[in-house]
C-alpha cells in the first residue's frame, strides 16, 4: 500500500470537502437544507462522473510527460495552500470558510422559503462542485502519477465520509476545526510529491529513490515552521 499517495489524498481532500460542507451547512441554516443536500449530491456526482471519464482517458499519456505536468499542477496547487497557511498561522488567522463561508465565497440566498428553491439549489450544486473540481483535480494526478489509484481513491472516499460524519456530528463546533494545519499539512503534502514527480518526469535520479519523498517533506516541513517563526518575530 503506497501510505504517501493515500496520505496526500485524504488531507487534500479534506480541505475541500471541509469548504463545501461549511457552505452547505451555512445554507442548511438558512433554511433551505433540501437545497443544501441535493445540491452537494448533485455537484459531487457530476464531478465525480466526470473524472472517472477523464482518468482512463489520461492513462494513454506517456509517464514522463505525465508526470512533469502533474508535478506542475501539484506544486501549483501545493504552493498556494502552504503559503496561505504560513501567512494564516503567523498572524492568528482563521479561513473565512470557517467564519462565515457565505461571505467568503461571495454567496447571496434568494429568499424564499416556501417550496423548492432552486436557484439556492444551484448556488450549492455550483460551491460543491468548484470544491469537488479540485479533489479530483488531486486524485487523478496522484493515481495518474503513482498508479496507486486504489489508495488516492480510498483516501478521497475516506475523506468525504470523515467530512460527513465530523459535520453531521460534530457541527455545533466546525469553528475550532484547525483549518490551519490542516491545510498547511495538505499543503507540504502536494509540494513534496509535486517536486519527486516533477523530478522524475525531467529525468532527475533522486538519491535514496522513494526516501527522497521523506526528505522533501521534512524539508517543506521545517521551512514552514521557520518562516511561521519569523513572521511572527515580526
Partial sequence: MNLG????AISSASVEFFEAGAIAYAIARSGYPKEAIWGTLTGL????????FLGT????????????????????????WYKKSIL?????????????????????????????NRVNFLIM??????????VALVVVTLGL????????????????????????????????VPDVFLKLGAGIMLLSYGTFWLGEGLGLAWPFAD????????????????????????
Fill in 125 to 134: 450544486t455550483k460551491s460543491a462542485a468548484i470544491e469537488a473540481l479540485e
Fill in 145 to 176: 502519477a503513482s498508479r496507486a489509484w486504489n489508495e488516492a481513491l480510498f483516501g478521497a472516499l475516506l475523506a468525504l465520509l470523515l467530512t460527513i460524519a465530523i459535520i453531521a456530528v460534530l457541527h455545533g463546533y466546525l469553528v475550532k
Fill in 88 to 116: 494564516r498561522q503567523a498572524h492568528r488567522k482563521r479561513a473565512g470558510w470557517i467564519v462565515d463561508p457565505l461571505v467568503s465565497e461571495g454567496i447571496e440566498l434568494e429568499k424564499q422559503h416556501q417550496g423548492f
Fill in 45 to 52: 456526482i457530476s464531478v465525480g462522473l466526470l473524472s472517472a
Fill in 211 to 234: 526516501l527522497a519523498l521523506l526528505i522533501l517533506i521534512g524539508v517543506y516541513s521545517l521551512v514552514s515552521l521557520v518562516a511561521i517563526r519569523r513572521l511572527e518575530g515580526r
Fill in 5 to 8: 499517495v493515500f496520505a496526500a
Fill in 57 to 80: 482517458e489520461l492513462q494513454l499519456i506517456p509517464v514522463r510527460l505525465l508526470q512533469v505536468v502533474i508535478g506542475g499542477v501539484l506544486l501549483w496547487f501545493g504552493w498556494g
